[in-house]
Each structure stands twice: as structure tokens, then as C-alpha cells.
């Protein structure tokens, strides 16, 4: 049981790239969300799910995409990097109850 | 318009004391409270939690108390040992369980 898993790690984008930052969760959590993580901002809510095919915006939506095709996996995607996405991004996955499980996040650059 | 405020950014206290960090909240549609810890470079891991019905849920070495009148969130952690020195976030819940709102985190350093 990995819980949940975010891939990669570590990445420098230029401004104006697009990429995909991966989630994957063994759980069977009907609910996931993306947060980023800026210095004293705590964590914001870009995007979430209730369940394969439903997504909604969060506090910070602009310049990401998502979409939930299966219960597993829920991708996020920067359509067109720019610095100010520049953070740390965690995925997380609960139950009903609310209690969100984090995995261990992505450091994005955006020079 | 900043829902939550957790206004202390960082606390030191000596091990074996007891540690208090606080949230204040001002939205009434709370009715879920959670406290997360977080190490360098990992995700957030949940704590303690409680719900809007109870004012108090102790586990082990932790203790989360709600004062709903004042909108005031907080967690008690006695004996401090140093293995508690992280970033602690409350975080709340208002209808679907996918949308937490946090705080900004309180730093706390457990010394010997």
C-alpha cells in the first residue's frame, strides 16, 4: 500500500512549457485535490475531485488543468509555466470523512 | 479575505513542556477542524482531528480543544519531545471533504 504517490520529484521548467505533475493513490479515495505550498501562505486549493469524471476549481485555479478519468489517478497539468508557478505542489486523496492524505509533493522551478 | 489565521509563526518550547498552537477561523460553515504536521521536504500528515460537535478529542500525547463562540482552534501537545519539531498547519473543512483550507502554519522547535 504506497498511499499517495507524486511524480517527479524535482523539476525546472522555462517559462512558457508545459508539463503534467502525476498523482496516484492505492486507497480507492473517491476524493483527491492539488495544493501548492508558498513561503507563509500555508496551502491553497487549486483543483479537485469528488469522483472519476467531476472536477471543480479550487482557490487558485488559473494556468492548471485537471482531469480524473479514473479513481487512481489525477493529473495536473501547467498549460504554460510561468514563475509565479513556481512552489511546491502536493496531491491528496480522502474519504468522506475529510481526513486528506498527502503525498510527498513536487518542487517546481519556472525560470 | 483570509478565513483562517494561525498568527503565531513559530514557537520554541523545552521538551517535556507542554506546547499550545492556535488557529483563529471566521467562517461559521466550519464543521470539520484537522491538524496536519509537516516535515522538510515530505507532505503534510494528519494529527488530530475534530468534528463541530465536540469541544475537545484527545489522543495519546495530543489534544485538539474547539471554542465554536470564539472561532478558536487549538492544540495542545504535553510532553513536548523533540521529535515534534515540524511546521504545524490546522486546516478546515466546510461540505465536500476535497476542499481544505489552511492555515499559514505555526513553526515549532522542541530544545533539549
Known amino acids: 500500500n504506497a498511499g499517495v504517490t507524486q511524480t517527479p520529484k524535482f523539476q525546472v521548467l522555462k517559462t512558457g512549457q508545459s508539463m503534467t505533475l502525476q498523482c496516484a493513490q492505492d486507497m480507492n479515495h473517491e476524493y483527491m485535490s492539488w495544493y501548492r505550498q508558498d513561503p507563509g501562505m500555508g496551502l491553497r486549493l487549486i483543483h479537485y475531485s469528488v469522483g472519476a469524471g467531476i472536477t471543480d476549481q479550487g482557490e487558485v485555479p488559473n494556468g492548471y488543468n485537471v482531469s480524473r478519468s479514473t479513481t487512481e489517478d489525477f493529473p495536473l497539468r501547467l498549460l504554460s509555466a510561468a514563475p509565479s508557478q513556481t512552489s511546491v505542489y502536493f496531491c491528496?486523496?480522502?474519504?468522506?470523512?475529510?481526513?486528506?492524505?498527502f503525498g510527498p509533493g513536487t518542487r517546481l522551478l519556472v525560470l | 479575505d483570509q478565513q483562517v489565521k494561525q498568527n503565531s509563526p513559530s514557537l520554541s518550547v523545552q521538551e517535556g513542556r507542554i506546547s499550545i498552537l492556535n488557529c483563529d477561523y471566521t467562517n461559521s460553515m466550519f464543521d470539520y477542524f484537522l491538524w496536519y504536521k509537516k516535515y522538510p521536504a515530505e507532505g503534510p500528515t494528519f494529527l488530530i482531528s475534530i468534528s463541530s460537535i465536540k469541544d475537545k478529542n484527545e489522543d495519546g500525547r495530543f489534544t485538539v480543544f474547539l471554542n465554536k463562540s470564539a472561532k478558536h482552534l487549538s492544540l495542545h501537545i504535553v510532553p513536548s519531545q523533540p521529535g515534534d519539531s515540524a511546521v504545524y498547519f490546522c486546516?478546515?473543512?466546510?461540505?465536500?471533504?476535497?476542499?481544505?483550507?489552511f492555515g499559514t502554519g505555526t513553526r515549532l522547535q522542541v530544545t533539549l
Open positions: 491528496a486523496s480522502s474519504y468522506v470523512d475529510g481526513t486528506q492524505y
Open positions: 486546516a478546515f473543512l466546510a461540505g465536500t471533504a476535497s476542499k481544505l483550507t
